[in-house]
């Protein structure tokens, strides 16, 4: 099916040239004078190799049908990651490759949509936000405006966030999946 450049995401599938490639960012350009662009880094699904592709932010592009299915994860072993659909209780285990940098972001437990074609999996998106907790962090300066000023923080996973200064270790916050920004502080 053709959507517009513009709409397209990190995780989707694109058909290009017979081969299907997946999104691994997408970036959205409005110069204040001539056409506004999209930028979209992908993978090819059948070799790896990235690409980088420029489209006016209105053009057609051919998004590829595959099957998109909730599934909730498991656990990592030296097969790769598994994960279980929640209403066949089939398992899929996702190579490393596949879930990349993101593997920071899975929880055990925590719901994902996994893209699969022909019974492989070749592309996964994670929550836009999810629950990490605060380890480590610098403590307040005295004197800081509380409005702009952020202090950086390493969560549980293993991630490097700018949090607040009110933030302490041991705090549960919530980040963006996009681009591991701070959103709020844990309602739990």
Request: hydrophobic share 35%; charged share 25%; net charge negative.
């Amino acid at each position: 099916m053709k959507v517009i450049a513009s709409s397209l995401r990190k995780g989707n599938v694109v058909e290009m040239d017979g081969k299907l490639y997946v999104v691994l960012t997408a970036t959205n350009f409005h110069p204040g004078k001539g056409t506004p662009t999209t930028q979209i880094d992908m993978r090819r699904i059948s070799d790896g190799v990235k690409v980088s592709e420029r489209w006016r932010t209105t053009e057609q592009v051919e998004k590829a049908t595959v099957d998109e299915r909730e599934y909730d994860f498991l656990y990592e072993d030296g097969e790769g990651f598994h994960f279980m659909e929640p209403i066949s209780y089939d398992q899929i285990a996702v190579s490393p490759d596949v879930v990349g940098d993101g593997k920071v972001y899975l929880q055990e437990g925590m719901r994902c949509w996994l893209k699969t074609f022909e019974g492989v999996c070749i592309a996964i998106e994670f929550p836009q936000k999810i629950t990490v907790e605060i380890t480590e962090t610098e403590p307040v300066v005295k004197g800081q405006t509380a409005s702009s000023s952020y202090k950086p923080a390493m969560t549980d996973n293993g991630l490097r966030v700018m949090v607040p200064p009110h933030i302490g270790a041991g705090t549960r916050i919530i980040i963006n999946t996009d681009d591991n920004s701070y959103v709020e502080r844990a309602k739990d």
